[in-house]
Nanobody, 120 residues
Framework: QVQFVESGGGLVQPGGSLRLSCAASGSIFSIYAMGWYRQAPGKQRELVAIIRGGSTNYADSVKGRFTISRDNAKNTLYLQMNSLNAEDTGIYYC???????????????WGQGTQVTVSS
């Protein structure tokens, strides 16, 4: 089973940018469908971006500001986040699988995530 370790979070001012990374173990990462998720304080975990094959999809709240990408040679998933605002604050997680949906409820285990705080 592939495991994931997120990094790259931090404190950023509104309008700023961050790039998150998700390092994956296992040689089959390249064929996993992957997602980035976030959990804001007091809210449920939500899916913000998906990459499946050559296709990407985004939650409406991040469309045009966030970009998901992957480097299979490095076993790494990325999330470039631009024009950040306070509503983007939360813990960001990555997760993925070979088959099936990428809804947060589809997963039993999660990494430790990386904290993103957008504040002046």
């Amino acid at each position: 089973q592939v495991q994931f370790v997120e990094s790259g979070g931090g404190l950023v001012q509104p309008g700023g940018s961050l790039r998150l990374s998700c390092a994956a173990s296992g040689s089959i990462f390249s064929i996993y469908a992957m997602g980035w998720y976030r959990q804001a304080p007091g809210k449920q975990r939500e899916l913000v971006a998906i990459i499946r094959g050559g296709s990407t999809n985004y939650a409406d709240s991040v469309k045009g500001r966030f970009t998901i990408s992957r480097d299979n040679a490095k076993n790494t998933l990325y999330l470039q986040m631009n024009s950040l605002n306070a509503e983007d604050t939360g813990i960001y997680y990555c997760n993925g699988k070979l088959f099936g949906g990428l809804d947060p409820r589809d997963f039993d285990s999660w990494g430790q995530g990386t904290q993103v705080t957008v504040s002046s």
